[in-house]
């Protein structure tokens, strides 16, 4: 079974930066697709952004509305790590962030995961 560990959460302020990392374990890492999915009280979950195994596509990476031009996802598959550069962030943003992987790439677009970490939380204050 694959675990995903992240890390880079915190409490900042609005406009600050933060960059999330997600260390997974298994050899099979290179061929998963990610995502970072966030979490806030009294929301739905959301996919924040998502990257195939191939880092670019016509399809991939995938960021929602509200982070598109903020956030940028990638991948160091020789570190067996996916992150998330968050710029210019947002109260709205405040959410516990976790990452999830899935084979297949649609099925993580859409919301299913195989693996999934403990996630960390973000907050941003105003």
Do not use: H
């Not at 992987?101 to 970490?117: A, F, H, M, P």
């Amino acid at each position: 079974q694959e675990q995903l560990v992240e890390t880079g959460g915190g409490l900042v302020q609005a406009g600050d930066s933060l960059t999330l990392s997600c260390t997974g374990t298994g050899r099979s890492f290179p061929g998963k697709a990610m995502a970072w999915i966030r979490q806030a009280p009294g929301k739905e979950r959301e996919v924040v952004a998502a990257i195939s195994w191939m880092s670019w596509s016509s399809t991939s990476p995938y960021y929602t509305e509200s982070v598109k031009g903020r956030f940028r996802i990638s991948r160091d598959n020789g570190k067996n790590t996916v992150y998330l550069r968050m710029n210019s962030l947002k109260v709205g943003d405040t959410a516990f962030y976790y990452c999830e992987s899935n084979r297949i790439y649609n099925k993580l677009l859409g919301g299913t995961g195989e693996y999934w970490g403990r996630g960390t939380q973000v907050t941003v204050s105003s």
